[in-house]
């Protein structure tokens, strides 16, 4: 039973161009949910957060939606960069336990 | 640098043998997880320790995994009987305090394993 999904495994976008990566969650206790990069040998990153309280984070060219209601959350890459060329993986956690579910990843490819 | 490092890199295992995977973390963090990352299918916690205990907290049913705290900085999983399905990529990740989302977990680079 996977909590949190990531329906498309793969994204391909013109540099310059907006990236969106998608996420769906399950599990109504995730509270907090996060973003993170990964490249090939390399364990993941964090790159931004989001708390349920909020509908929306910013930071630089990332942002973070969450939709409660549909338990659905987002994030765009303005401009992408040929450098954020990697497996994105989103997370959720419920505060009350610090232990990560993450989705199956997406693999961005953003072309020159 | 001192980020956190896990060894060995890669692991070919018969089945029904018994692995041990090491995790070195960042110095003064509190919390180590384990993690598994199957190929599309996501990850799952598999333990997690708090400050000096010994014996992990397993977050599975099964009682093939385990994992010990040596060190402080320090977490071996073991993985007795292993299985086909066992075949997955197990990170590590410590924070400086457990149980706060807030305290962002850092990564090694995971240990694949395969079982044959």
């Known amino acids: 039973d996977q909590q949190v999904k990531q329906n498309s495994p793969s994204l391909s976008v013109q540099e310059g161009r907006i990236s969106i990566l998608n996420c769906d969650y399950t599990?109504?206790?995730?509270?907090?949910f996060l973003w993170y990069k990964k490249y090939p040998a390399e364990g993941p990153t964090f790159l931004i957060s989001?708390?349920?309280?909020?509908d929306k984070n910013e930071d630089g060219r990332f942002t973070v939606f969450l939709n409660k209601s549909a338990k659905h959350l987002s994030l765009h890459i303005v401009p992408s960069q040929p450098g954020d060329s990697a497996v994105y993986f989103c997370?959720?956690?419920?505060?009350?336990?610090?232990?990560?579910?993450f989705g199956q990843g997406t693999i961005l490819t953003v072309h020159p | 640098g001192a980020g956190v490092s896990q060894s060995p890199r890669y692991k070919v295992a018969k089945r029904g043998r018994d692995v041990a995977l090491r995790c070195d973390s960042i110095?003064?963090?509190?919390?180590l997880y384990w993690y598994r990352q199957t190929l599309g299918q996501g990850s799952e916690v598999l333990t997690y320790?708090?400050?000096?205990?010994?014996?992990?907290k397993s977050g599975r049913p099964s009682g093939r995994f385990s994992a010990e705290r040596p060190e402080r900085s320090v977490s071996t999983l073991k993985i007795q009987r292993t299985e086909q399905g066992d075949s997955a990529v197990y990170l590590c990740?410590?924070?400086?305090?457990?149980?706060?989302?807030?305290?962002?977990?850092?990564f090694g680079p995971g240990t694949r394993l395969t079982v044959l």
């Open positions: 990740a410590s924070s400086l305090i457990g149980g706060n989302p807030y305290n962002e977990q850092f």
């Open positions: 599990n109504s206790m995730f509270d907090y």
């Open positions: 989001i708390s349920s309280i909020k």
């Open positions: 997370a959720a956690i419920p505060t009350s336990y610090g232990k990560l579910t």
């Open positions: 110095s003064g963090h509190v919390t």
């Open positions: 320790s708090q400050s000096d205990a010994q014996r992990d």
